[in-house]
């Protein structure tokens, strides 16, 4: 698998600086991303919808890296928290160098349910918030010629494995174009494909996990880290661990009638 580098994006050496935004900044890969871009001394500004959670992340991000942390309680599946995050990006007085498009949660539903309410808020979450936000971040950072965007895709989009991977190829296809959109405007778009992670993810989905092999599993500080490299890489992709690349390449490449057999396998297991 050829990973695609954009030679007119090369991006400084060092282009984490000034605000970053992330959303599902409380746990899992969002709060590992607000961690590892504290470090390289980014201000943070935090969304996720429980507010005390949101408080006492600050506390701690502030008092362990000593940098400025604001938070935004919102809903990101409601009109209303989409459209104050949505405002967040036109603050000319504090602009957002770096969105991490990351908010997002399990899916365990049938696709013969009628009661489609869990998937269609599930598609307000991860599609609607998606675009909205990305496309807030893309005009302000395309009008001051330079800013990151990482959008948190899956593995689980390149596999038949129901609603979840339905959103989340939208999500990589999705991400792929606003890159090429943006070609040549000095913003550089990242499409972040984890595999399974060690989050809470799994519980609040009520997935079951016993029959994921230790392998398989990430670490979130990990692929945040790693993820982040690959953005200074100017790397348009970034899959985390040599495993997941090899699988990630089966995946798109083997024959269907055996990556629908796996992803039955991994169906019946859950
Ligand atoms: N863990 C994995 O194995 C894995 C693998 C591939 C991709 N991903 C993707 O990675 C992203 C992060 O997942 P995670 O594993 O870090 O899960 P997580 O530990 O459950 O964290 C989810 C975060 O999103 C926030 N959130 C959930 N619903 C929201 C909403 N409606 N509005 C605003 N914020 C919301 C949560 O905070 P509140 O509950 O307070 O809102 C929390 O901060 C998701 O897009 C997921 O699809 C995860």
Not at 13 to 29: E, V
Not at 125 to 139: K, Y
Not at 152 to 178: D, F, H, N, Q, R
């Amino acid at each position: 698998m050829a990973t695609l580098v954009w030679p007119e994006l090369a991006l400084p050496a060092d282009p984490f600086h000034g605000h970053a935004l992330i959303t599902g900044a409380t746990s899992g890969i969002g709060l590992a991303f607000a961690r590892a871009l504290a470090a390289k001394r980014c201000d943070l500004v935090l969304v996720a919808r429980n507010e005390d959670r949101l408080a006492a992340t600050a506390v701690e991000l502030r008092n362990d890296f000593g940098v400025d942390v604001e938070i935004l309680a919102a809903d990101l599946a409601d009109q209303d928290g989409l459209a104050a995050v949505t405002r967040r990006f036109e603050d000319p007085a504090a602009p957002i160098e770096t969105f991490i498009n990351c908010a997002g949660h399990g899916l365990h539903v049938s696709l013969l349910e009628q009661d489609t309410s869990t998937i269609d808020s599930a598609h307000a979450l991860m599609i609607r918030a998606v675009l909205i936000l990305g496309g807030a971040a893309g005009r302000s950072m395309k009008a001051r010629g330079h800013g990151v965007i990482v959008n948190v895709a899956s593995v689980a989009g390149l596999i038949p494995m129901g609603a979840y991977s339905a959103i989340k190829s939208w999500v990589a296809t999705y991400s792929e174009s606003l890159a090429l959109e943006l070609a040549g405007s000095g913003v550089h778009v990242t499409t972040l494909m984890p595999g399974w992670v060690r989050t809470e993810f799994h519980q609040r989905a009520g997935i079951r996990t016993e029959s994921i092999p230790g392998v398989l599993w990430l670490d979130a500080d990990r692929v945040a880290r790693d993820c982040l490299r690959d953005v200074a890489r100017g790397r348009s992709r970034s899959v985390p661990s040599k495993l997941y690349v090899a699988l990630t390449c089966l995946a798109e490449h083997a024959p269907r009638p055996l990556v629908r057999r796996v992803a039955a396998a991994i169906r019946g297991g859950r």
